[in-house]
Structures are given as C-alpha cells and as structure tokens.
C-alpha cells in the first residue's frame, strides 16, 4: 500500500504540513516549483516577519473577515501561543512589538524559515524542488497522487498548501486553485486583498510620498458607509496605501466590482466640527490678513496644501479678511470630509495577499479535509479565508498547515492499521 504524504507547496503552510506529518511518523514528500521554499515567507513583514499577532482567538477571528468563524474550531487547537513557543523550540526567540504583532527577536524573516526548515529535516521531509504540479490523480472519489511535467507520483494523501495569487514571483501564481477546481472544488473568484486603491482624481501625483498620521479614512458606496479606518497612510503615484488604505482594501476589491466608491478622509478625526470651527475662527481673529495658505500651514501638511486650496475654490492667495462664513464652513466641511473617488485596486500581483479560494464549505474545520475528495487536504492562503495585516495571515497558514499535516498522518496511519487488520486473520482475534 502507498503510504506516501505528498505536500504540494513549500511556504508557511505547506512546511509547517510537511513538518508536523513528519512528526507524526508520516513518509512525506514536499514538491516546490520553485528552487527554493519560503520565498515569499522570506520577504514577510519588510525582512522582519510579523509571524502571529499575540491577541485572543476572538481578536483573531475578528480580523478574518467574513469567513473567520471556519477557523474557530482550527485555532481551538493551534494558536498563536503555539506558533510562539513552536518558534522559541526551533531556535527563533520572539517579540511582541505594538498592536501585539509578533516578530522574530533577531528581525529576520530568513530565521523563520530556516526554523521550518529545520523542522522538516528533522523529521526526515524529502525535499524535490523546481517541482510543478499539473494535477492531481483522483479515482472513486479518492486523491491517488499527483502529476508532474516528466512523471506521476503516487499518493495516500496530498496536502495543497500552493498559497494565493499575490507577488507571483515567489510561486505563487495559483496554481492550487485550478487543481482544486479540476476535481470537482468549488473556488471563489480570487481578488486582490491588502492591495493599494487607485484614485480618479487628477491631482492625486502631486501628492505621491504624502503620508497623512493621525486620520481617519472611510469607504462609502454612494451614501453607505462600508468600512472606517484610523491611522496611517499615504499617497503613491496613482492612490492611496499605507496600513488603513490596506485594511480597507479587502472591503473595497469586492465592493469595486460593482462601481466605483468614495473614500472621505477625516483630517482632523479628534476635533469634533463644532471645536474645529472655533479653532478656525480663533486662527482667523490672530492671523488678520494673512494668506488663506497661512491659515492652511497651520492646519495640514505642506503638500496638501495647493490642493486643499483648490478644492476648497480658493486662492492660497486670498486675504483671510476678505474669508466669508460661507467660505469658512467649506473649508471646515473639507477637513472633515475630504473626498475622493476609489476606481480600482492594483492588479493582484501587487497585493499582499490573495481573498477567494477554495470555499471553505467544502473543507472540514477540524481537519482541512476536503469534503469532495477523501485523502485531499488543504492549508494556507489557497483557502478562502484572508486576514488584515498584523500576523493574522501567517497565523492561519500555520494552524490549516498543522492541522492538515496532522490529519493526513493520521489517516494514513489510520488506513494502514485498517490493511493490516485485514492482510492478518490472527489480528481480528487480537481484539477480543
Ligand atoms: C510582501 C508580503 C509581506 C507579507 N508580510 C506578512 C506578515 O508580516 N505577516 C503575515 O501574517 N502575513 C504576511 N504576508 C502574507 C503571508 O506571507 C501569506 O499569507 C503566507 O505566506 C501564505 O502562505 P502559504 O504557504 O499559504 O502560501 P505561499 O507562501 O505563497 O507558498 C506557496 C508555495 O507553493 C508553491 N507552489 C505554487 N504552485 C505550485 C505547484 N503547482 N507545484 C508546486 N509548488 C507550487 C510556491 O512556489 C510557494 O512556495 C505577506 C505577504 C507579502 C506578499
């Protein structure tokens, strides 16, 4: 009987399969298109990657969108307490910076990965790299391995860890989804997730390299408010990004397929209107006739001012003795509600991660079992589950990566005693 785990894909998740099945007495067998595995885990959180957040599961599943509760039951069994110490064990001591954000406390991303590598060596993983696979086998229902360019590959079990879409040069071009797809998976439509937006404004270059602190940034389609954020960000050439863009944007790529949307940005977010339009009164009695661009020094950052100025229909020139209520309450109205209108997100090559995936109707929770084909397990970023920024997602491509290559162990141990219980008569008198 074959009793091979083959785990297709070697980032977080399918390393951390590949390592776990392993250790469970598993003969696993990780393929890797690619020359190397961890790329993209290697460039995680700017070179340092933040490797789980180190809040509660409620926090966690909070942080998931809208298909975090698949994960309740998979993180009742693997958390962030158990990637932490699971890391301190490899050699990796960690550190909790702000927002709880777990990073390695050498700040090096490479130290995760050499750490999951370890793990699978240790555990006597085969490693077969520059690896692609183009299917997989299936027969009654039941995964039998897989297909490589040159040969197959037979199989007891196979664990599709193949990641998303996003920075395709690590491998990840999405591969898994068309695999899963072709033995009868249902995949929701992949679409960019903590992407930068793109704005229609004609203006928007001449304030690339602006970053806002401070504010408060909120998607609205037509009148309905879809999503709030407050903190950072910052223009580029054609957008907006930086931490609250990207958190919005995984609200914004679906709401964007049905039309643009408008982003408000809340310059002043502490000041209520009322106290603002005191402070712009009282600026206005001290500033005489001074240039509406001093009133707007003392207000904004240099670079927003020309357009503020413009928008508000005013000249930076303009006498502030000449500023009329009506002009006043414009620009208050401005720096409470400063608009702009989302017409698209960079391609999905640009995103961090990938949303959609393989529906997670189809997966047992418990086990990241697929629930069409027996022996076919999934971990990571291919399933439809996506989370902000802060750890949440490499949390999740560790705990389907355990639970997956735990669960295929077994059911390969499990099947392996169900032969011998058939192959030897005298083993059904054993149970007696
Ligand atoms: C720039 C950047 C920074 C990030 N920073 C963070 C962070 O700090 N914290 C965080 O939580 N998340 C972060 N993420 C997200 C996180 O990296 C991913 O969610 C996570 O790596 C997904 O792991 P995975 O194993 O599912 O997929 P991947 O890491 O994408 O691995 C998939 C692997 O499968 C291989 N593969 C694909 N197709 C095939 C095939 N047909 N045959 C064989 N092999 C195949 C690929 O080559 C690749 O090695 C970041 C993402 C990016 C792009």
Same mark, same amino acid.
């Given at each position: 009987?074959?009793?091979?785990?083959?785990?297709?894909?070697?980032?977080?998740?399918?390393?951390?399969?590949?390592?776990?099945?392993?250790?469970?007495?598993?003969?696993?067998?990780?393929?890797?298109?690619?020359?190397?595995?961890?790329?993209?885990?290697?460039?995680?959180?700017?070179?340092?990657?933040?490797?789980?957040?180190?809040?509660?599961?409620?926090?966690?599943?909070?942080?998931?969108?809208?298909?975090?509760?698949?994960?309740?039951?998979?993180?009742?069994?693997?958390?962030?307490?158990?990637?932490?110490?699971?890391?301190?064990?490899?050699?990796?001591?960690?550190?909790?910076?702000?927002?709880?954000?777990?990073?390695?406390?050498?700040?090096?991303?490479?130290?995760?990965?050499?750490?999951?590598?370890?793990?699978?060596?240790?555990?006597?993983?085969?490693?077969?790299?520059?690896?692609?696979?183009?299917?997989?086998?299936?027969?009654?229902?039941?995964?039998?391995?897989?297909?490589?360019?040159?040969?197959?590959?037979?199989?007891?079990?196979?664990?599709?860890?193949?990641?998303?879409?996003?920075?395709?040069?690590?491998?990840?071009?999405?591969?898994?989804?068309?695999?899963?797809?072709?033995?009868?998976?249902?995949?929701?439509?992949?679409?960019?997730?903590?992407?930068?937006?793109?704005?229609?404004?004609?203006?928007?270059?001449?304030?690339?390299?602006?970053?806002?602190?401070?504010?408060?940034?909120?998607?609205?389609?037509?009148?309905?408010?879809?999503?709030?954020?407050? =903190? *950072?960000?910052?223009? #580029?050439?054609? !957008? &907006? +990004?930086?931490?609250? /863009?990207?958190?919005?944007? @995984?609200?914004?790529?679906?709401?964007?397929?049905?039309?643009?949307?408008?982003?408000?940005?809340?310059?002043?977010?502490?000041?209520?209107?009322?106290?603002?339009?005191?402070?712009?009164?009282?600026?206005?009695?001290?500033?005489?006739?001074?240039?509406?661009?001093?009133?707007?020094?003392?207000?904004?950052?240099?670079?927003?001012?020309?357009?503020?100025?413009?928008?508000?229909?005013?000249?930076?020139?303009?006498?502030?003795?000449?500023?009329?209520?009506?002009?006043?309450?414009?620009?208050?109205?401005?720096?409470?509600?400063?608009?702009?209108?989302?017409?698209?997100?960079?391609?999905? =090559? *640009?995103?961090?991660? #990938?949303?959609? !995936? &393989? +529906?997670?109707?189809? /997966?047992?929770?418990?086990? @990241?079992?697929?629930?069409?084909?027996?022996?076919?397990?999934?971990?990571?970023?291919?399933?439809?589950?996506?989370?902000?920024?802060?750890?949440?997602?490499?949390?999740?491509?560790?705990?389907?990566?355990?639970?997956?290559?735990?669960?295929?162990?077994?059911?390969?141990?499990?099947?392996?005693?169900?032969?011998?219980?058939?192959?030897?008569?005298?083993?059904?008198?054993?149970?007696?």
């Amino acid at each position: 009987m074959v009793d091979r785990i083959i785990v297709v894909g070697g980032g977080a998740a399918g390393l951390m399969a590949a390592g776990r099945a392993a250790e469970l007495g598993g003969n696993v067998l990780l393929l890797e298109k690619q020359a190397k595995t961890g790329l993209k885990l290697g460039i995680t959180g700017k070179g340092r990657c933040n490797l789980t957040n180190a809040s509660s599961i409620s926090d966690h599943l909070a942080h998931l969108g809208p298909q975090g509760a698949f994960m309740r039951n998979a993180y009742a069994r693997y958390f962030a307490p158990d990637t932490i110490a699971f890391f301190e064990a490899h050699g990796v001591p960690t550190v909790t910076e702000r927002g709880q954000r777990v990073f390695p406390a050498s700040q090096r991303a490479h130290d995760v990965v050499d750490a999951l590598r370890a793990y699978c060596l240790e555990h006597q993983v085969q490693f077969r790299y520059h690896s692609p696979v183009q299917a997989l086998r299936v027969s009654a229902g039941a995964i039998t391995g897989v297909c490589l360019p040159e040969r197959d590959l037979d199989a007891a079990t196979v664990i599709l860890a193949t990641g998303g879409m996003s920075y395709p040069r690590t491998g990840s071009t999405g591969d898994g989804y068309r695999l899963a797809a072709d033995v009868g998976h249902t995949v929701i439509p992949p679409r960019p997730g903590l992407v930068p937006l793109v704005l229609q404004e004609p203006e928007v270059p001449r304030l690339e390299g602006l970053s806002l602190r401070n504010v408060r940034a909120s998607l609205y389609r037509e009148d309905d408010l879809l999503a709030s954020e407050f =903190g *950072e960000m910052l223009f #580029t050439s054609d !957008g &907006v +990004s930086g931490p609250i /863009i990207l958190t919005l944007s @995984m609200v914004a790529a679906h709401a964007l397929s049905q039309a643009p949307l408008r982003l408000l940005l809340d310059l002043k977010p502490a000041i209520e209107p009322v106290e603002l339009d005191q402070r712009l009164q009282r600026d206005l009695a001290s500033l005489g006739n001074a240039r509406f661009s001093a009133l707007l020094k003392g207000l904004l950052p240099r670079l927003l001012i020309d357009v503020f100025a413009e928008r508000s229909g005013l000249s930076p020139d303009h006498r502030l003795s000449q500023l009329s209520a009506e002009q006043r309450r414009r620009v208050l109205s401005l720096l409470k509600a400063f608009p702009f209108t989302v017409v698209g997100t960079r391609p999905i =090559g *640009e995103a961090i991660i #990938t949303q959609g !995936g &393989v +529906s997670t109707v189809e /997966i047992n929770p418990a086990t @990241m079992a697929s629930r069409r084909i027996a022996g076919l397990y999934f971990a990571g970023e291919i399933i439809d589950v996506a989370g902000d920024t802060g750890g949440y997602n490499l949390q999740l491509a560790f705990t389907t990566g355990y639970l997956a290559g735990e669960s295929a162990a077994r059911a390969v141990r499990a099947a392996h005693s169900a032969d011998a219980m058939q192959a030897s008569p005298s083993a059904e008198g054993s149970e007696q």
